[in-house]
């Protein structure tokens, strides 16, 4: 089970993820994210993902192409913080 919430704010757009990010659910995060892209909102500004407690390598895929599109990723934990860092360091 994922949720995923969109919170814009006077600085951008944030989107929310809370729950397990695997393969079914990362085409519904991509749709969301693409569907924000061309709302006409810019870019989403920042993923959080301090509440997700599992992802799998479709996500982390997901997650590099958000941050490699200049999304800040925001994170918490241990495995969600060595998740991000791996990402930072590809790009």
């Known amino acids: ?3 995923v ?3 814009r704010t006077e600085h951008g757009t944030w989107l929310i993820l809370e729950g397990r990010l695997t ?5 519904e995060v ?3 994210w693409r569907r924000l892209l061309t709302r006409g909102t ?3 500004t920042v993923v959080d993902v ?5 992802i799998d ?9 958000m941050h490699h599109a200049g999304a800040r990723l925001v994170s ?5 913080n060595s998740v991000v860092q791996e990402i930072k360091k590809r790009t």
């Open 1 to 3: 089970m994922l949720r």
């Open 5 to 7: 919430t969109e919170k």
């Open 23 to 27: 393969r079914p659910l990362v085409d």
């Open 30 to 32: 991509k749709r969301c």
């Open 42 to 44: 810019g870019s989403v």
């Open 50 to 54: 301090r509440e997700v407690s599992f």
């Open 57 to 65: 390598e479709s996500g982390k895929a997901l997650l590099s192409q």
């Open 76 to 80: 918490s934990g241990v495995l969600m």
